[in-house]
């Protein structure tokens, strides 16, 4: 007995949810989920990617709008026809149950028999790793381990969308990317179209195809991981997709699609992102910063900190503070150096807005 995918594209047309008479959660979003793919909805707490996760499922009814699974328009049907399985941040386990008899427990609800539902659980539990813990209680595995039974009880419905809300977050940072990395995996081997949610922009990164980064109720802007980290639209997403350093810059002369921009006399040539010439902001990532560069903007070590695998300097200067980190960890800078502060030749990036 294998698990088999019968993924489908999710698109959201025009797509509203209003709490009370104005508490409006999501606001006229449009979205496309391509069949196949695992795309995050990331952003802050209330910024309407739980509720957006939930009107896929049918557990939150649209307000205005269209909600479409493949072809089907499903945005007034129930949970229960929808054809979507769901995996929750607490897991949701029944403690009473052996392993097997939670995996087994959607499909004997939805009319398989005992037999091809054991059978079908059997397969689930040897695709998450857990062959051979049928008989054991959730009582007796770790976070991890429960997590897998959840994504197990899922993926024997072979649903059309397989969706996860904050899977993680009750797990340690080791497994935490243990487990990621595992959801990962089985997307990829099954071509599961998968809706994830998360506030972890490094989980976030890891695991997708796209990534949708909503505020305020609205998407902010969609792109791969890449597309989001090298290129935001603005502020806020490029300090919310990792860390980013945001500088005021003056735009010298502009050629094509390149532009020269100028910091306190050090001048960097970076793609022109339809910007004329005048004041603009740079995002510039720690990473990215490339300290004593013997040509840069004057700044001076005010705390360094060290992490293991690489330094993490604090850098003041007439630019105000910016965040810098550095592989050199056998001869870390002291705090009170002088220094210099340039770019990578792919750094700094000039925000749009």
């Not at 003056?250 to 022109?272: N, Q």
């Amino acid at each position: 007995m294998t698990i088999q995918s019968k993924a489908a594209p999710v698109r959201f047309d025009g797509v509203s949810k209003v709490f009370g008479k104005d508490v409006r959660a999501v606001d006229n979003i449009d979205l496309h989920v391509d069949a196949g793919k695992l795309v995050t909805l990331l952003g802050p707490s209330g910024c309407g990617k739980t509720t957006t996760l939930r009107m896929i499922a049918g557990l939150e009814m649209a307000t205005s709008g269209k909600i479409l699974i493949g072809d089907r328009d499903v945005t007034k049907l129930p949970a229960t026809d929808r054809d979507v399985s769901m995996v929750f941040q607490s897991y949701a386990l029944f403690p009473h149950m052996t392993v097997l008899e939670n995996v087994m427990y959607g499909l004997t609800f939805s009319g398989f028999a005992k037999p091809e539902a054991r059978s079908r659980a059997l397969a689930g539990l040897d695709l998450v790793g857990l062959k051979g813990f049928d008989s054991r209680l959730p009582s007796e595995l770790s976070g991890g381990q429960q997590q897998r039974v959840a994504v197990a009880r899922a993926l024997v419905l072979e649903p059309q969308v397989l969706l996860f809300d904050e899977p993680l977050s009750n797990l340690d940072a080791k497994l935490r990317r243990q487990v990621r990395e595992d959801i990962r995996a089985i997307q990829k081997d099954l071509g599961l179209t998968v809706v994830y949610v998360t506030h972890d922009q490094e989980e976030a990164l890891a695991v997708s195809d796209e990534i949708v980064v909503m505020r305020n109720a609205a998407i902010a802007q969609m792109g791969t991981p890449r597309q989001l980290y090298d290129a935001p639209n603005d502020r806020f997403v490029a300090d919310f997709i990792g860390e980013a350093n945001l500088l005021p810059c003056e735009i010298l002369s502009v050629d094509g699609d390149m532009a020269i921009i100028e910091i306190e006399g050090y001048r960097h040539t970076l793609p022109s992102r339809g910007l004329p010439t005048g004041p603009a902001t740079i995002a510039v990532r720690p990473s990215r910063l490339v300290i004593d560069s013997g040509d840069g903007v004057p700044a001076t070590v005010a705390k360094a900190t060290y992490v293991g695998v690489r330094m993490e300097y604090t850098l003041t200067g007439k630019f105000g503070q910016v965040f810098a980190v550095h592989d050199n960890v056998d001869t870390p800078l002291e705090p009170g150096t002088e220094v210099r502060m340039g770019f990578a030749a792919k750094g700094p990036v000039l925000l749009p807005e």
